[in-house]
């Protein structure tokens, strides 16, 4: 049974930074094309950056130039560098292996929750 689990999330100050983690319990992690999704209250999970089992990365454009994301295959790991964040950042961070588009494929861990706030 595949396990994903987030961490790093925390409450940080408009500007601040945050690098959030998620080890994924995937055979041949490294075949797959991994995403992070956020979700704030009474809004729809969406996806705000990808990376692909070769290293290339997509973002949505609310977080271009600010997040980061990239994966270390010998840890099973996917991480998302969090910059100049933003109140409307605040949400519940979750990743995923990608199906096909911005489907994902397993079931949702927990996330982690990241709240931007003065």
């Known amino acids: 049974q595949v396990q994903l689990v987030e961490s790093g999330g925390g409450l940080v100050q408009p500007g601040g930074s945050l690098k959030l983690s998620c080890v994924a319990s995937?055979?041949?992690?490294?075949?797959?094309?991994m995403a992070w999704y956020h979700q704030a209250p009474g809004k729809q999970r969406e996806l705000v950056a990808r990376?692909?089992?070769?290293?290339?990365?997509k973002y949505v454009d609310s977080v271009k130039g600010r997040f980061t994301i990239s994966r270390d295959n010998a840890k099973n790991t996917v991480y998302l560098q969090m910059n100049s964040l933003k109140p409307e950042d605040t949400s519940v961070y979750y990743c995923?292996?990608?199906?096909?588009?911005?489907?994902?494929?397993?079931?949702w861990g927990h996330g982690t929750q990241v709240t931007v706030s003065s």
């Open positions: 990376i692909t089992s070769g290293g290339s990365t």
């Open positions: 995937i055979r041949s992690f490294s075949n797959y094309d």
């Open positions: 995923n292996a990608l199906l096909q588009g911005d489907l994902a494929l397993f079931s």
